[in-house]
């Protein structure tokens, strides 16, 4: 059974820098294929899908946000971890993380973490 | 990146109609790489239907996918209460995955 988990600061300044944690169970990040995702949902826009990670390292970010976020992985602690650079109020949003299988038998998001809701205010 | 547009933005319906819902992209996504997700309020997106036609486990057979190119639609039969929800479409062909706006099902 997969399971995923978001946790991290539910409030941060302007211009401080966000650190959310995914961890999960029920898949190992060193299997081929195995990948997880961020998705943010911000009040009255789509769901974008910030940043990727896959089992080789493989990494992608959305591309108007590439120069302020960093995802990594410590498969030892089945965890994912997304930093995001210079918040804005803007950011201010649900973070989901969630797994996926990459490569060419790729899977869209198919388990899905809770969601922590981020605000960014001074 | 592929820009996902769905339509409408709301459906009104009763229990019992059929719901169609409409996601256009603006490039040709393969129908391998296109899924359907429901979401109700504060709950997390539940993947639906996943390369354009296949249920996801648990889905019941009422939900049905088609579609090719750049077009392609999401439908409900028989609108159980449980199905009043907001839809998005997700295309996973090409990066960055892009998700489209929404459309909310309402009663």
């Known amino acids: 059974q997969i399971t995923l988990k978001e946790s991290g600061p539910t409030l941060v300044k302007p211009t401080q820098t966000l650190t959310l944690t995914c961890t999960f169970s029920?898949?190992?990040?060193?299997?081929?294929?195995?990948?997880v995702g961020w998705i943010r949902q911000s009040p009255g826009k789509a769901l974008e899908c910030l940043a990727l990670?896959?089992?080789?390292?493989?990494?992608r970010y959305w591309p108007s946000l590439s120069t302020r976020l960093t995802i990594t992985k410590d498969t030892s602690k089945n965890q994912v971890v997304l930093t995001m650079t210079n918040m804005d109020p803007v950011d201010t949003g649900t973070y989901f993380c969630?797994?996926?299988?990459?490569?060419?038998?790729?899977?869209?998001?198919?388990?899905w973490g809770q969601g922590i809701l981020v605000t960014v205010s001074s | 990146e592929i820009v996902l547009t769905q339509s409408p933005d709301t459906l009104s319906l009763s229990p019992g109609d059929r719901a169609t819902l409409s996601c256009r992209a603006s490039?040709?996504?393969?129908?391998?790489?296109l899924a359907w997700y429901q979401q109700k309020p504060g709950q997390a997106p539940r993947l639906v239907i996943y390369?354009?036609?296949s249920r996801a486990t648990g889905i019941p057979d009422r939900f049905s996918g088609s579609g090719s190119g750049t077009d392609f639609t999401l439908s409900i039969n028989r609108l159980e209460p449980e199905d009043f929800a907001v839809y998005y479409c997700?295309?996973?062909?090409?990066?960055?995955?892009?998700f489209g706006q929404g459309t909310k099902v309402e009663i």
């Open positions: 490039q040709s996504v393969s129908s391998s790489f």
């Open positions: 029920g898949f190992s990040l060193n299997t081929n294929g195995m990948g």
């Open positions: 390369a354009t036609s």
């Open positions: 969630a797994h996926m299988i990459g490569g060419a038998a790729r899977q869209p998001f198919d388990y």
């Open positions: 997700l295309q996973y062909d090409r990066s960055p995955r892009t």
């Open positions: 990670i896959f089992w080789n390292d493989d990494k």
